[in-house]
């Protein structure tokens, strides 16, 4: 008898719009069960949101009167958010699953540090510091995401194991150096203090100019990444090499039939993926603590690959999403339990990952059908079906592909 077990097929075609509705309605899913979680913990959930919401965007009182301290803590908070996601989507866009950009935004924060306070002299101007700093962290995090790499592109080691595990030697490291280290402040869990060339500009900075700013400690972390995002937008969707990283995604045994080279692009998007994770461990020790602390980042890297997933690893959707999860870090440090920031991250990313699955996925279900005399391969019902779309054509010469799909005979 044949099998009849239940089966989960991709669609032939997926739209956008159903992929957006599937996120939405996705998100609004989390926050019901977010909302159902904390009262659970005996927690009001219309006051724990409106708190989350006050405290990370600030009211229309506060706007009307210039008052925007929440989100210039939400900037701060998004920014490292923002840098590694835009990181890890450039892998993601590749089936490159790259799970260790907190241990590389540790790495580059670590060799931003070593620049800061042993590299240059304290009385380097502030634009050579920054830049000498900024290359150092995205150099660091950078090699730090080539480990797996050429593991991945040469040996064919799975890069999400070896990603994760370089994650805690990361952590290790930092804690070596200043927990009771060469670099350790008398003891402390921390290095000395920056010298002030080292610090990157903030808006307070500039409330002389501006009064508005006073008070607002957004930096320049942000330009940052937003720079970064319109870099990768233009990588991605025009240039050749963008091209090649999302056919090799798509599929890399066309990619390779037409000639990419797979393991040169698999060093060079995880060289560049860590290097932003880097960039975003400078700018988190350069423009918020001005030291190095042992586990200064509370998941940032984390986040990070939640924000780009829920942005469908779009660069400029993910500025939205890490804002969001900036607000959720911002706004939830002040509700109790502890922890209400990262389980609705948690919630939130199980959730879209299956609407996700919804949209690019139908289950096909078995159904025997008996007729006397003999035995009959079950028919499939397909749940969610959809017409099969063209065919796209080859990259280079043969025959397209069948489109055909779900058909058994009778």
């Known amino acids: 008898m044949a099998d009849r077990l239940i089966r989960i097929e991709p669609r032939l075609e997926t739209s ?6 599937a996120s939405v309605a996705g998100l609004a899913l989390a ?31 506060d706007w009307a009167a210039g008052r925007f301290y929440g989100l210039s803590d939400t900037i701060v908070r998004a920014t490292p958010i923002l840098l590694t996601g835009l990181g890890v989507l450039l892998g993601f866009k590749m089936r490159l699953w790259n799970i260790g950009a907190e241990g590389q935004l540790f ?10 306070l042993f590299v240059l002299p304290k009385d380097t101007p502030k634009p050579l510091m920054l830049t000498t700093m900024a290359l150092a962290g995205m150099l660091a995090g950078g090699l730090w995401a080539l480990i797996p790499g050429m593991l991945k592109a040469w040996l064919g ?23 009771a280290g060469p670099w350790s402040e008398r003891g402390f869990q921390l290095s000395p203090q920056f010298p002030e060339s080292a610090w990157l500009p903030r808006l307070t900075d500039y409330a002389q100019q501006v009064p508005a700013f006073a008070g607002l400690t957004a930096h320049l972390g942000f330009v ?12 991605l969707y025009r240039s050749r090499w963008g091209y090649e990283i999302r056919v090799i995604g798509d599929n890399p045994q066309a990619a390779r039939y037409a000639g990419m080279n797979l393991a040169r692009n698999i060093l060079l998007v995880m060289f560049i993926s860590g290097a ?12 918020v603590v001005h030291r190095l602390q042992d586990r200064f980042s509370p998941g940032y890297g984390f986040s990070g690959i939640i924000a780009a997933w829920l942005a469908k690893l779009n660069p400029w959707a993910i500025l939205l999403t890490s804002i969001l999860f900036g607000g959720l870090l911002v706004g939830a440090k002040q509700l109790q339990p502890a922890g209400i920031a990262f389980m609705l991250q948690g919630v939130i990313l199980f959730v879209v990952i299956g609407a996700e699955m919804l949209t690019r996925y139908r289950l096909v279900i078995p159904r025997h059908q008996a007729i006397p005399g003999r035995v009959e391969a079950p028919a499939r019902l397909e749940v969610y079906p959809s017409d099969p779309a063209p065919a796209a054509p080859p990259l280079r010469g043969g025959p397209p592909p069948s489109t055909e799909a779900g058909k058994e005979e009778g």
Do not use: C, H, K
């Open 16 to 21: 956008r719009l159903a992929s957006l509705i």
């Open 107 to 116: 790495m580059g924060a670590w060799a931003a540090t070593g620049i800061a």
């Open 157 to 179: 080691v799975n890069e999400i194991i070896t990603t994760l595990m370089l994650n805690y030697v990361a952590f290790q490291w930092i804690s070596f150096f200043v927990v």
């Open 31 to 61: 926050l019901l069960i977010g909302a159902a979680l904390l009262r659970a913990a005996g927690v009001d959930p219309a006051a724990a949101y409106g708190a989350i919401l006050r405290e990370a965007f600030g009211t229309p009182a």
């Open 224 to 235: 940052f990444g937003l720079v970064a995002a319109a870099a990768l937008w233009l990588i």
């Open 276 to 287: 932003l994770a880097g960039l975003a461990g400078m700018s988190e020790v350069a423009g």
